[in-house]
């Protein structure tokens, strides 16, 4: 296993070290930055409003940047967590090694490294992003006795002069191929980086997504991820939404991750994949379909559905894209290959097959039965999630369905096989539970939630009631039927939200 994970690793680190990226130490980073003349060392981490920040380091001599990777450096935290007050508000920033990567855009040679944040104490900050989610998928796997993997589906659109040559034609962009699509340079460009840059990459296409205005070209595209542990998981997508904005920076066009790009057109959702694991093997289905226990995680997660929002959903925008007939989620069910429900269960390889050998019957030998391909697809995220808060709220939610004693029969009762957006359908639609439609109801739902996200001492309090105030200051209440016909004005308001995490 070892060995597969440096065999054709694209990491530079991981090449260079021969070593996977979870192994490396302090020695490592330095032996790298002497052998590769590295100049700067920027330390990155999340703040509490989600975003990226950096911190810049000129190496100087070897006794400085062993001092840097020893002891971390201090920041203000109260210029990052809006909880921490200016009179007691030093932190300290510590790198995490296996995290580092070359900076594929720096004219210097530049190495990177995420940070966790540590109290004056020497303790983690309780209520640091990465903490939260480090704390939920620990109390996980000691409760359950899994171990959580996921990954997400970074949908997005890129913005460019018009050309005319070859048009875009409306909402038909899914899988089109070059020159039909004019970005798929930068796309696979982007694969690649983030691929050096440690992420564990499954595959990119073109979305459905696809419509010109007088000016401008409006694509839609997918990079997806594989199942990774959980901090891991949420690394690898910020890392690529840096890693996509600086090359739309490069490439002169805009790069936007958010929900709504115009109304009437596809929006963008941060697709989340979820699977549990025990000694090594996926648990969430077998040969004959989806297991038991897979059914209680799912039971579970529809539990903090409408609350999960609070994380996943967190500007005005993100609700205009919760519309019914749009292959977004607005009821509170579960299915199997349904893009009309909140919690889907795509094909996962479980039937053994010779579709191979049908394809090619050149082939000679067995092909081997390869599992635990099988995860659940959570729908309801967009490109405004703040993806640490998201992540480890999930863990607690899907933990609940696993422990409760009643998770097989609400899975049941909440399944689905139709399409429950069809007029046929209509009495099954109003039966089932409805997702908020504005940040102020999914601030009331969390609200309500707030000691299970608290519980086990997961989520702090001041971080709920943090989210709850964020959102409520929106005062966006029934602001889908407020815009109605009023194109300028949420033109307006979707390009005050362009650029969202």
């Known amino acids: 296993?070892?060995?597969?994970?440096?065999?054709?690793?694209?990491?530079?680190?991981?090449?260079?070290?021969?070593?996977?990226?979870?192994?490396?130490?302090?020695?490592?980073?330095?032996?790298?930055?002497?052998?590769?003349?590295?100049?700067?060392?920027?330390?990155?981490?999340?703040?509490?409003?989600?975003?990226?920040?950096?911190?810049?380091?000129?190496?100087?001599?070897?006794?400085?940047?062993?001092?840097?990777?020893?002891?971390?450096?201090?920041?203000?935290?109260?210029?990052?967590?809006?909880?921490?007050?200016?009179?007691?508000?030093?932190?300290?920033?510590?790198?995490?090694?296996?995290?580092?990567?070359?900076?594929?855009?720096?004219?210097?040679?530049?190495?990177?490294?995420?940070?966790?944040?540590?109290?004056?104490?020497?303790?983690?900050?309780?209520?640091?992003?990465?903490?939260?989610?480090?704390?939920?998928?620990?109390?996980?796997?000691?409760?359950?006795?899994?171990?959580?993997?996921?990954?997400?589906?970074?949908?997005?659109?890129?913005?460019?002069?018009?050309?005319?040559?070859?048009?875009?034609?409306?909402?038909?962009?899914?899988?089109?191929?070059?020159?039909?699509?004019?970005?798929?340079?930068?796309?696979?460009?982007?694969?690649q980086i983030i691929a050096q840059s440690g992420g564990k990459i499954k595959y990119g296409h073109s979305e459905v997504g696809s419509f010109t205005t007088k000016n401008y070209k409006y694509e839609q595209h997918e990079i997806e991820f594989n199942p990774v542990e959980a901090e891991e998981a949420v690394e690898q997508l910020i890392i690529a939404k840096w890693i996509l904005r600086m090359l739309g920076q490069k490439y002169g066009v805009t790069i936007s991750f958010a929900p709504k790009i115009t109304v009437g057109k596809a929006g963008s959702g941060l697709h989340v994949h979820m699977l549990l694991e025990k000694d090594g093997e996926n648990q969430m289905a077998d040969r004959v379909g989806l297991t038991d226990i897979a059914k209680k995680f799912i039971a579970g997660i529809l539990g903090k559905a409408q609350s999960l929002t609070a994380f996943g959903n967190t500007i005005p925008t993100s609700y205009l894209r919760l519309v019914p007939h749009q292959e977004a989620p607005t009821k509170v069910c579960w299915g199997d290959s349904n893009r009309s429900v909140l919690v889907r269960v795509p094909l996962g390889w479980i039937a053994e097959t010779s579709m191979i050998k049908d394809a090619n019957p050149q082939e000679i030998g067995d092909i081997p039965y390869i599992p635990?391909?099988?995860?659940?697809?959570?729908?309801?995220?967009?490109?405004?999630?703040?993806?640490?808060?998201?992540?480890?709220?999930?863990?607690?939610?899907?933990?609940?369905?696993?422990?409760?004693?009643?998770?097989?029969?609400?899975?049941?009762?909440?399944?689905?096989?139709?399409?429950?957006?069809?007029?046929?359908?209509?009495?099954?639609?109003?039966?089932l539970a409805a997702l908020p439609t504005s940040c102020e109801a999914s601030a009331d739902f969390l609200e309500k939630e707030s000691d299970f996200y608290q519980k086990d001492g997961v989520f702090p309090k001041g971080t709920i009631d943090e989210f709850v105030k964020r959102l409520k200051e929106y005062k966006d209440k029934d602001l889908s039927e407020r815009l109605f016909n009023k194109k300028e004005e949420t033109k307006k308001l979707v390009d005050k939200y362009i650029h969202c995490m």
Request: include cysteine; aromatic fraction near 12%.
């Open 1 to 191: 296993m070892r060995d597969l994970e440096v065999l054709m690793n694209p990491n530079r680190l991981v090449k260079y070290l021969q070593k996977p990226a979870r192994e490396f130490t302090k020695h490592d980073i330095i032996k790298y930055i002497d052998d590769h003349n590295i100049e700067i060392l920027n330390f990155r981490y999340v703040g509490g409003d989600g975003k990226l920040k950096t911190l810049n380091f000129v190496i100087t001599s070897k006794d400085y940047l062993e001092s840097i990777l020893s002891t971390g450096e201090r920041v203000d935290g109260s210029s990052l967590f809006s909880y921490i007050h200016a009179d007691h508000s030093d932190l300290y920033v510590i790198p995490r090694f296996r995290t580092a990567f070359v900076n594929p855009f720096s004219k210097q040679p530049t190495l990177e490294i995420l940070c966790s944040f540590y109290t004056r104490e020497g303790y983690p900050l309780e209520s640091a992003p990465e903490y939260i989610l480090k704390k939920a998928a620990k109390k996980f796997t000691e409760d359950t006795g899994y171990i959580f993997k996921a990954m997400g589906e970074l949908e997005y659109y890129v913005k460019s002069e018009k050309d005319d040559l070859y048009p875009a034609k409306d909402q038909k962009g899914y899988h089109a191929s070059a020159p039909f699509t004019n970005s798929e340079n930068l796309r696979i460009e982007a694969l």
């Open 372 to 431: 635990g391909k099988q995860t659940v697809e959570f729908r309801v995220p967009d490109g405004s999630a703040d993806l640490y808060h998201l992540m480890a709220g999930l863990i607690l939610a899907g933990k609940e369905g696993i422990l409760a004693k009643d998770s097989l029969k609400k899975a049941k009762e909440l399944y689905v096989n139709v399409n429950i957006f069809e007029k046929e359908h209509k009495n099954l639609y109003n039966k």
